[in-house]
């Protein structure tokens, strides 16, 4: 598998999808670009690292860096792995003593852990034949900023839905990583009992 060598181009509030923002990552040899859709929470993990703010305590990616430090594990890189129904998939190559670990992360978390590490963030070049765009198109005014929206959009609406419909739907927004979604749904629920 040939893996390309992504920076961080932006994050961006989304024009299309309320509440989320798009993580664009651009190859660093070439000109395609990766949008990849995240929540708010996410977002707000990655700018604060971009920054360099420091928060006056951990956040859960500062404790995960702290807590790998005093285990003297280190995050040498992020690799996207692979695009399945709109969700990227990524691994966590960590180096402890002398063991090479590979760990399953949500994207998010990945890129988040990635800056404050300061390790390379690769992709798969099959991720960015399925997903990349290139700079023209991006900027393109006819062109979204997706190929695709990323995370699925429901117009139902919950209130006519059954308490089992809705606990199907939890389960579903949950598996397909689409937590506002999910929290939106959640509510719903607790609002029958």
Not at 142 to 151: A, F, G, Q
């Amino acid at each position: 598998m040939e893996k390309v060598k992504l920076n961080i181009e932006s994050l961006v509030y989304s024009q299309t999808q309320s509440g989320a923002y798009v993580l664009v990552l651009i190859e660093e040899t070439g000109n395609r670009k990766l949008p990849i859709v995240i929540g708010s929470a996410e977002a707000q993990a990655i700018a604060i690292a971009l920054e360099g703010m420091t928060p006056p305590r951990p956040l859960t990616h500062d404790l995960f860096v702290n807590f790998a430090s005093a285990f003297s594990i280190n995050l040498i890189e992020v690799h996207i792995t692979r695009l399945e129904e709109g969700i990227f998939y990524s691994e966590l190559v960590c180096d402890s003593l002398a063991n090479k670990v590979k760990i399953d992360s949500r994207t998010s978390d990945a890129v988040a852990l990635a800056i404050r590490f300061n390790c390379p963030i690769y992709a798969d070049e099959e991720v960015l034949k399925q997903a990349g765009i290139s700079s023209s198109d991006f900027t393109s005014k006819n062109v979204s900023i997706e190929k695709e929206p990323l995370i699925k959009e429901t117009e139902d609406k919950l209130e006519e839905k059954s308490i089992s419909e809705l606990e199907e739907m939890l389960k579903d927004a949950i598996n397909n990583e689409e937590y506002e979604e999910a929290s939106r749904i959640r509510d719903e629920i607790n609002s029958r009992e």
